[in-house]
C-alpha cells in the first residue's frame, strides 16, 4: 500500500511525535462578570478596559520551547587610573629640610667623584708632561722663572747632591715615604719639635705642584696623600727630573736649567762638585740669596736673612761632597738615569744656551 504523502511542515505545527496541549486560543469576547462579583488579579479574562473590547491575554510558554534567554548585563566600566605622576598627587612633606640635605649629599658626592677623576687624569699626564707653572709659582708674587729640561742632561754632580741632601733613600723605597717616618715626624709637629726627617722628594714634588708653604698639620696629610699617588703612577727617574726642574732656587728662581745660568752662566749638564753642592744647599731656603755680580752666590740681602741660606749651604758642603765619594753616581743610576750629561746628544730642549728670562733678570739686577 502506498504511503500518504507527506504533509509540507509548518511553522506554527507542533514537534514530532507531540501535540499541542493548550492551543493559543483565539480573540474572543470578554466573560460576562456579575456586578457582584470579585474580580481576581491575574485572570487574562477578568475584566478589560472599555477602551480595548478584544483584550490580548498573556502568552503562555510552550514545554518544548527554549527558556528565554537572560539578557547580558552591560560591560561595567571602571575608570582608567591616572598612572601619571603629578606634582600635586602627593604633598611635600612638611619639614623640606630632609629632601635638601639628600640632594645636597648627592651632588657633594658627584664633586668628589668629579675631582677625583680630574686629579688622576692630572697625575697620569705628569708622566709625559711638563706642567707650565705650579701652585708654588703662581703664589711668588715677584714672579717665577723657569725652563724645563731633561734629567738627561743635568750634571750627574748634581743628581747625585740631590739624592743625598734631600732623599737618600728614594731609589730603594718603595712608594713616597715609610710609615714609620710619617708617624715620627707627625708627632713631632704636635709636640712642636723639630722635624726629625723632613719631607722626601716626592713629598716635595707633590708640594710644589699643587700646594703652598703653609706649615699645618691639615697640608702636611694633603701632601702625603698627594706624593702617594704621584709615587703610584711616576717612576724614580721622572720624580727626580720633576724635582729638579720645578724646585725653588732663587727668589724667582726656579728649576736647574734657570738657576746654573743665573748664579755660574754655565748649562746645568756642565755643573761641578762644589757649584752642584752650593745649589742643592738653596732647597731648604732659597729666598734669601741673589746673584753675585759676574756670578756666585751673594748672601748680603735686603731682608737681612741672609745667613739663614749661608747656613743651610754651609751645613750641605760639610755633607754632601762626602756622600758623593763614598756612593758616586750608583744612586743616580738606581733612580734610572744612566751615563753622563756630556755624552747626551745635542737636543732642542737640553738648555744649552741661556734662556731670555734669565738674561732679561741678570740684565735688571745689574749683575752682570
Not at 727617574?237 to 729638579?244: A, G, H, I, N, Q
Not at 742643592?280 to 736673612?305: I, K, Y
Request: charged share 25%; net charge neutral; proline share 12%.
Amino acid at each position: 500500500m502506498p504511503f500518504p504523502p507527506r504533509r509540507r511542515r509548518l511553522r506554527d505545527d507542533p514537534p514530532d511525535g507531540q501535540q499541542w496541549t493548550d492551543p493559543v486560543p483565539t480573540r474572543r469576547m470578554p466573560r460576562p462578570v456579575a456586578d457582584d462579583q470579585p474580580v481576581r488579579h491575574g485572570d487574562p479574562w477578568a475584566g478589560s478596559a472599555p477602551s480595548d473590547p478584544w483584550p490580548t491575554p498573556p502568552r503562555r510558554s510552550r514545554p518544548w520551547a527554549r527558556p528565554p534567554v537572560p539578557e547580558a548585563a552591560p560591560p561595567q566600566t571602571h575608570p582608567r587610573p591616572d598612572t601619571r605622576r603629578r606634582r600635586d598627587a602627593v604633598p611635600p612633606p612638611a619639614d623640606p629640610t630632609p629632601r635638601k640635605r639628600h640632594r645636597l649629599r648627592r651632588r657633594a658626592a658627584r664633586l668628589l667623584v668629579i675631582a677625583f677623576l680630574l686629579q688622576a687624569l692630572v697625575m697620569l699626564s705628569l708622566r709625559w708632561i711638563d706642567p707650565p707653572t705650579t701652585a708654588f709659582m703662581q703664589a711668588n708674587e715677584q714672579g717665577a722663572v723657569q725652563q724645563s729640561v731633561p734629567v738627561e742632561h743635568v750634571s750627574r754632580n748634581f743628581l747625585a747632591a740631590v739624592i743625598a741632601h734631600e732623599d737618600q733613600p728614594l731609589p730603594y723605597r718603595d712608594g713616597a715615604f715609610t710609615w714609620d717616618e710619617l708617624f715620627g715626624r707627625a708627632q713631632a709637629h704636635l709636640r712642636g719639635e723639630e722635624d726629625p726627617s723632613g719631607s722626601t722628594i716626592p713629598q716635595q714634588v707633590a708640594k710644589n705642584l699643587f700646594l703652598n708653604q703653609e706649615m699645618s698639620a691639615w697640608r702636611k696629610a694633603v701632601e702625603a696623600g698627594l706624593s702617594a699617588e704621584l709615587a703610584l703612577v711616576l717612576d724614580d727617574r721622572r720624580m727626580l727630573e720633576l724635582y729638579v726642574n720645578y724646585a725653588q732656587l732663587g727668589p724667582e728662581v726656579y728649576g736647574i736649567c734657570a738657576a746654573s745660568w743665573y748664579y755660574f752662566d754655565s748649562p746645568p749638564s756642565t755643573l761641578s762638585v762644589d757649584q752642584a753642592v752650593q745649589l742643592v744647599g738653596l732647597l731648604p731656603s732659597p729666598g734669601h740669596v741673589q746673584r753675585a755680580p759676574g756670578g756666585g752666590l751673594d748672601f748680603d740681602v735686603a731682608d737681612g736673612l741672609g745667613w739663614l741660606s749661608r747656613s743651610h749651604v754651609v751645613n750641605a758642603q760639610n755633607r754632601v761632597p762626602r756622600h758623593i765619594v763614598q756612593k758616586g753616581f750608583q744612586p743616580v743610576e738606581d733612580a734610572g738615569v744612566r751615563g753622563l750629561a756630556q755624552d747626551q746628544p745635542a737636543a732642542a730642549d737640553d738648555c744649552s744656551k741661556r734662556p731670555d728670562a734669565v738674561a732679561q733678570l741678570i740684565t735688571a739686577e745689574g749683575t752682570r
